[in-house]
Each structure stands twice: as structure tokens, then as C-alpha cells.
């Protein structure tokens, strides 16, 4: 049985939540566009990316890629370049593969109907919807985290958050609640409310523009909403890497594999018998990744022999690569920060 407030005047909370953001909206670069290209970009960046982390990386990645056409048309691995320190670096691989599909089946313009939006590589509903609503003025609801937990707590409404449906059901709520022609203005203003007030710990409701609408507020019951009973169980993943060095080089190969680190480099992860008894040094390193809890073992093998170190680069297609060089290659983040352990925090 849902609790929602059957006569809440969804518009009246809408208008209050725009007058609020009017105020106290943030001042971000990219709200000074609508240009759809950089709206995705920034999307796509800020999916996994608190905003004081990523605009950096925002700025530089448009600097370098100021539109479709460049950004299609960059190397995979300078892409990934600047994609680096943001992690999850399937998203720019992505981006990539979407930029191309826009020059070749929309001629190179941004496509402005939702469901063109939606078939761009890496593109979901809520990226979509961003979009849609931000740059092309359509009437949909980007409903993310930010949106289950305000509309779950301003109706005191129990619907599972993950569920299937979840998306289309908030979506519906949400749209009641948009002004007209103010669609882009009100996301903006749903995501900043969740963000910054409406956190999902510690909310300061004192200063809610919506807190006098808020059902959970008003019962004292903030900490039960959202309603969340499906999570994700981590599952446990042992790798093993050789860092082969002879010498100021050392081998490196780009990961093909897919199901984590995709088109990232890494070392060895096998090396001949005779190679063991030159194991100089032994690291474990644990490090978490979204559904993922990996346990990484790292031995260092140091090589006197260059002839040694060239055939097992040749016959295992390895590259051979300097640690200054090392910096235009990206590497998952552990093994970046062994490096760097290595060659500079040590």
C-alpha cells in the first residue's frame, strides 16, 4: 500500500522547486549551453563523477574534442587519455564508437529526437532524457538517484527503487510536476535538490524548498525512503601481474577482454619459468570496482639480459615502454598508482 499524498498539487511543487533553483541553482560551465554535444558529454562525465572531481576533466575534454566531428575522428587511446582519473573507461570507449555512429548515420549533427538519442552507443534512459529535455525543450524526465530519493520522500512513496519499472514510474510522477516549456530547468533543478539538500544521508531538510510538501519530513520518516531491497552482491576477483623491466623500460600490451578495462594497458599477466627466479620484489593490492572486489598480485621481475627481454616482448606481443612515455598510455588505476609508487612516491 502506497503512502503518497493522493492531493498533493504536483505543479504547485514543481514551481517551487524552479523558484528555488533560480536562486540556487549552481553555476556550472555547461549550463551556459545547449549545445548537445557538450550536454552529453558532461553527462557522461558527471554519471560516476562528483561535480568538484570531473570539471577539470570536463574542461580539458572539450578543449580537445570540441565537437562530434573531432572527437570521432581522435585516436581510441588519446580518447582514453583524456578520459584518464575519471575511471570506468567504458564510457569513453562509448563515446567514441557514438560519435561515429553520429557522422555516419546523422550526417554529423547531433540527433534532436529522443529515440535517435537513445540508440547512440552508451546512451540510457536518463542520458537521453538530459538531453532531450535540456537541449530540445522535450517534456521528459531525467530520473536518476536524485529523483527516487526526493519523489520517494516529498510522497512517502514505498515504490521499490529497483525495480524494473522504477524509471517509468518516477517518470510519470516527474512529469506531473514540470512547468511548461521548463522541462531542461526542472532535471537541473531535481539533480542540484538531490545533490545538495536531499542527500541520501544526513539531508538537510531546514533549508528544503520542498519541505513544507514533504510527506516523509513532515511524518519523520526521511530515513525510510527510498525503498531499495535489491542490491548487487560484489563477487571476488584474484589477477596476477608481472612488471617486466630491463633496465628504464619495461613491457606493457593493451587488454582486449572486455569485461573489465577494456582497451586499457596492463603488464604480463603470465611469464616463462625461468623468469621466477628473477621475482625482485612482491606487492598485494586490493581495490574495489563497482561489482567487483579485486585482490591484485604484483611481482616485479628485473631483467639483465636485453636479448632476454626482447624475444618475450616479441613472442608475447608485448610493447616496450619508458615511465615518462608511460603517461600517454592509460592504465587501470591500481597499476597506474604501482607506477607511480615505483617510480616516483618511493
Given at each position: 500500500m502506497k503512502t503518497k499524498n493522493q492531493n498533493a498539487d504536483f505543479l504547485h511543487v514543481g514551481e517551487k522547486l524552479l523558484a528555488w533553483y533560480k536562486?540556487?541553482?549552481?553555476?556550472?560551465?555547461?549550463?551556459?549551453?545547449?549545445?548537445?554535444?557538450?550536454?552529453?558529454?558532461?553527462?557522461?562525465?558527471?554519471?560516476?563523477?562528483?561535480?568538484?572531481?570531473?570539471?577539470?576533466?570536463?574542461?580539458?575534454?572539450i578543449?580537445?574534442?570540441?565537437?562530434?566531428?573531432?572527437?570521432?575522428?581522435?585516436?581510441?587511446?588519446?580518447?582514453?587519455?583524456?578520459?584518464?582519473?575519471?575511471?570506468?573507461?567504458s564510457r569513453a570507449l562509448n563515446l567514441h564508437k557514438a560519435a561515429l555512429q553520429i557522422i555516419n548515420d546523422f550526417n554529423g549533427v547531433f540527433p534532436s529526437a529522443h529515440q535517435d538519442i537513445l540508440q547512440l552507443k552508451g546512451v540510457g534512459k536518463y542520458t537521453a532524457a538530459a538531453i532531450s529535455s535540456i537541449c530540445f525543450g522535450k517534456k521528459i524526465a531525467a530520473v536518476d538517484g536524485n529523483f527516487y530519493r526526493v519523489l520517494s520522500r516529498v510522497f512517502a512513496d514505498d515504490?521499490?527503487?529497483?525495480?524494473a519499472k522504477a524509471f517509468d514510474y518516477f517518470s510519470e510522477l516527474a512529469v506531473k510536476m514540470m512547468p511548461e516549456k521548463e522541462a531542461g530547468h526542472f532535471n537541473e533543478a531535481m539533480m542540484d535538490l538531490?545533490?545538495?539538500?536531499?542527500?541520501?544521508?544526513?539531508?538537510?531538510?531546514?533549508?528544503?524548498p520542498l519541505?513544507?510538501?514533504?510527506?516523509?519530513?513532515?511524518?519523520?520518516?526521511?530515513?525510510?525512503?527510498?525503498?531499495?531491497?535489491?542490491?548487487?552482491?560484489?563477487?571476488?576477483?584474484?589477477l596476477t601481474y608481472y612488471f617486466v623491466e630491463y633496465k628504464d623500460q619495461f613491457l606493457i600490451k593493451q587488454r582486449q577482454v572486455d569485461f573489465i578495462w577494456k582497451k586499457l594497458y596492463e603488464f604480463p599477466t603470465e611469464i616463462p619459468v625461468v623468469f621466477e627466479k628473477l621475482i625482485s620484489g612482491q606487492k598485494k593490492i586490493s581495490h574495489k570496482l563497482t561489482?567487483?572486489?579485486?585482490?591484485?598480485?604484483l611481482y616485479k621481475v628485473t631483467l639483465h639480459s636485453k636479448k632476454m627481454?626482447?624475444?618475450?616482448?616479441?613472442?608475447?606481443?608485448?610493447?616496450a615502454i619508458t615511465y615518462e612515455d608511460s603517461h600517454q598510455k592509460s592504465f587501470p588505476k591500481p597499476l597506474e598508482n604501482y607506477l607511480f609508487s615505483l617510480f616516483e612516491g618511493e
Open positions: 536562486n540556487h541553482g549552481r553555476d556550472l560551465p555547461f549550463r551556459k549551453t545547449n549545445d548537445p554535444y557538450k550536454i552529453w558529454i558532461c553527462e557522461i562525465i558527471f554519471q560516476q563523477t562528483r561535480i568538484e572531481q570531473g570539471l577539470n576533466h570536463y574542461r580539458n575534454f578543449q580537445r574534442f570540441p565537437d562530434v566531428q573531432t572527437l570521432a575522428h581522435a585516436e581510441t587511446d588519446e580518447v582514453l587519455l583524456y578520459w584518464k582519473g575519471l575511471g570506468y573507461y515504490f521499490d527503487v529497483s525495480h538531490g545533490s545538495e539538500i536531499c542527500k541520501p544521508k544526513n539531508p538537510v531538510c531546514i533549508y528544503c519541505n513544507e510538501a514533504c510527506l516523509a519530513f513532515n511524518l519523520g520518516k526521511i530515513p525510510l525512503f527510498p525503498v531499495k531491497t535489491k542490491k548487487v552482491k560484489p563477487t571476488d576477483l584474484e561489482h567487483k572486489n579485486l585482490t591484485i598480485h627481454f626482447d624475444d618475450f616482448a616479441t613472442q608475447e606481443q608485448f610493447s
